[in-house]
């Protein structure tokens, strides 16, 4: 199934001779039970994707369409909805609220998103993989970089999305944590049926990609 599709879209910053044009007619699409790598360097538009992905941002042109539904022609209330309930963000800053520890992030989700959210034994399984079940009384602040990184994944994959979107998800980590990530990742896609869609300039992840794209420029090529 289809989860996401991009057709000609374009998202342009500023105005007149300073406009940086940081997606050019690009055309993508993400299917559930996949991982889907964008690759390329720093400035290549890769944050500006994932943000349109997301519905953070709204395209200059072309369209966005969520399982069919193009989402340009949402209303701010079902747009935020639509975030909520089908999409997983996990940020550079990894978006962890620092005044509250672990296990108040996820009763967090619960009061802002009643229904639907993973049960308990799913938690703490899911912690247990990401390795952080002795962590979940602690602040951000008391975790390594790699420990936010993995918390803040579970944070997402806590209200269940329908696909995850994770902006450079490796970058504070070892090998061997890029590993146990990626095989998560891949895991997702493949055990829960989620689309995962990761944008990284780190080659150590592209053995758990099912397609990779190169982005360059605002443009974006697929490469398998
Ligand atoms: N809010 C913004 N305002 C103006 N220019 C921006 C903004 N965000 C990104 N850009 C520019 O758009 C281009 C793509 O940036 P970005 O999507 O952050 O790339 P990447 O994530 O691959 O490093 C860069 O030239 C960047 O300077
Ligand atoms: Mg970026």
Do not use: C, W
């Amino acid at each position: 199934m289809t989860v996401i599709e991009l057709k000609n879209v374009q998202k342009n910053y500023g105005k007149g001779e300073a406009t940086v044009e940081a997606l050019k007619n690009i055309n993508f699409q993400a299917n559930a039970g996949e991982v889907v790598l964008i690759m390329g360097p720093s400035g290549a538009g890769k944050s500006t994707f994932l943000t349109v992905v997301g519905s953070l941002q709204k395209p200059t042109a072309g369209k966005v369409l969520i399982k069919g539904k193009d989402i340009s022609e949402l209303s701010v209330k079902e747009s935020n909805k639509l975030r909520l309930n089908q999409i997983g963000f996990v940020l550079q800053s990894y978006n962890l609220v620092p005044f509250l520890t672990i296990k108040e992030q996820f009763e967090l989700v619960n009061r802002v998103k009643k229904s639907g959210n993973i049960d308990k034994a799913t938690l703490e399984k899911l912690l247990g993989q990401l390795g952080i079940s002795g962590l979940v009384n602690k602040y951000p602040n008391e975790l390594s970089g790699g420990q936010q990184q993995r918390a803040a994944i579970a944070r997402a994959l806590y209200a269940n999305p329908e696909m995850l979107l994770a902006d450079e998800p490796t970058a504070s980590l070892d090998s061997k944590n890029v590993d146990e990530v990626g095989q998560l990742f891949k895991n997702l896609a493949k055990n829960y049926h989620k689309a995962v869609i990761l944008v990284t300039h780190d080659p150590r992840l592209e053995k758990y990609a099912d397609h990779i794209y190169e982005m360059m420029d605002g443009q974006m090529t697929k490469e398998s």
